[in-house]
Every structure is written in structure tokens, then in C-alpha cells.
């Protein structure tokens, strides 16, 4: 069993994804987002904008609406 990450960014994620030990999708929208967290759809971006200044995500699309992010550090392990 995995232990909680120690950062604040990391430990967002696991809240938002309470079924990261089962494996955590890689690329998410932020209507996902907002459904994980039970929040408003303002909150759910302002969330992500945040991961996006941290550099955790980013964002794939390059539209203003229907966004998808990727967690980069997730794929790149993955492609490993």
C-alpha cells in the first residue's frame, strides 16, 4: 500500500482521485475534475490552474473550452 504524497500539489491529487492506488487516469478534464472534488466548475479550475502554474499539468488542447490536461510526470513514467 502507497503512502500520501508529501506535497501540497500531491496531495490535491489524492484527493481528487480517491481511486489513485487502483491506477489514476492521466489526462483529465476539468468537468472531471469538478465531478472527483464534488465542487463547483470555477473551483475546479481554479484548482487546476494552479497545478498548471506549478507545472504539475498541461494543459493539451489549446482551446478555451473542453479543455484536457495531462499529468506529465504520470506519462512519462509510463513510457518508460
Known amino acids: 500500500m502507497r503512502s ?3 506535497t501540497a500539489a ?3 491529487h ?8 487502483a491506477g489514476c ?3 483529465f478534464t476539468i468537468e472531471q475534475v469538478r465531478q472527483r472534488l464534488q465542487t463547483t ?10 497545478l498548471e502554474e506549478l507545472g504539475l499539468v498541461t494543459e493539451l ?3 478555451k473550452k473542453n479543455r484536457s ?3 506529465g510526470a ?4 509510463l513510457t518508460r
Open 14 to 21: 489524492w484527493r481528487a482521485c480517491p481511486g489513485c492506488q
Open 4 to 6: 500520501r504524497p508529501p
Open 61 to 63: 488542447t489549446g482551446q
Open 41 to 50: 466548475f470555477p473551483t475546479a479550475t481554479a484548482a487546476v490552474k494552479r
Open 69 to 71: 490536461f495531462s499529468y
Open 74 to 77: 504520470y506519462v512519462e513514467l
Open 10 to 12: 500531491r496531495s490535491w
Open 25 to 27: 487516469r492521466p489526462r
